[in-house]
């Protein structure tokens, strides 16, 4: 751990959260000489104290040891290279355009790259005026169900939550080609142009 840069970055993200050293080191039971220390890179904070400290400052404990908290790259604004993740114990998904790190049931998760959906696995797409009408046969059992569809097109992405025992039936609005992005836990993360 280099104590020149945890410092530097305990400083900066200090000042992002609108605190004094003072008001820093009240929350830790400390004195604001001993965040002065770490901020001048004297010494670094105490193991015990690591955590707590992750917290208010609100960074990860690995970045702050590290140091260093580099930006996600830009990826051009294409929604269609959005990041999924889907937590393997509750079901639930989040999306990122950037290189977000996401925790869901206390673990982990990792995006998923999509794979172009085998025939038998696509979704029915029926255009019905300005509409895409969405349906698909999957058996949306409990254990067994899509829990979203999405669709990405250029800059935006429209994203419709599904619930076991209903039927999959969305419709999207026309807006050019796209691709619809869905998953199932036997298939995984699935996507099809349309």
């Not at 349906?135 to 990405?152: C, G, L, Q, W």
Request: include cysteine; charge should be neutral; hydrophobic fraction near 35%.
């Amino acid at each position: 751990m280099d104590c020149g840069k945890v410092g530097a970055l305990i400083r900066r993200l200090r000042l992002e959260q609108g605190l004094t050293q003072r008001q820093l080191a009240d929350k830790l039971n400390l004195s604001d000489k001993t965040v002065s220390k770490w901020e001048r890179g004297q010494g670094c904070p105490d193991v015990t104290l690591l955590g707590e400290l992750s917290e208010i400052l609100g960074v990860e404990l690995k970045r702050m040891l590290a140091g260093d908290l580099a930006p996600n790259e830009m990826d051009g604004g294409n929604m269609k290279k959005a990041k999924y993740c889907v937590c393997p114990v509750c079901g639930g998904f989040t999306v990122s355009t950037g290189g977000a790190e996401i925790s869901c049931c206390g673990r982990r998760m990792k995006a998923m790259e999509p794979v172009k959906a085998a025939p038998e696995q696509k979704l029915t797409v029926e255009a019905v005026e300005d509409e895409w009408f969405v349906t698909s046969t999957h058996p949306m059992e409990k254990d067994n169900y899509i829990p979203f569809v999405a669709y990405a097109c250029g800059g935006r992405l429209e994203l419709h939550r599904l619930y076991p025992e209903w039927n999959l039936e969305i419709r999207i609005l026309r807006r050019g080609h796209g691709m619809l992005i869905w998953y199932a836990p036997e298939d995984g993360l699935l996507y099809q142009l349309i």
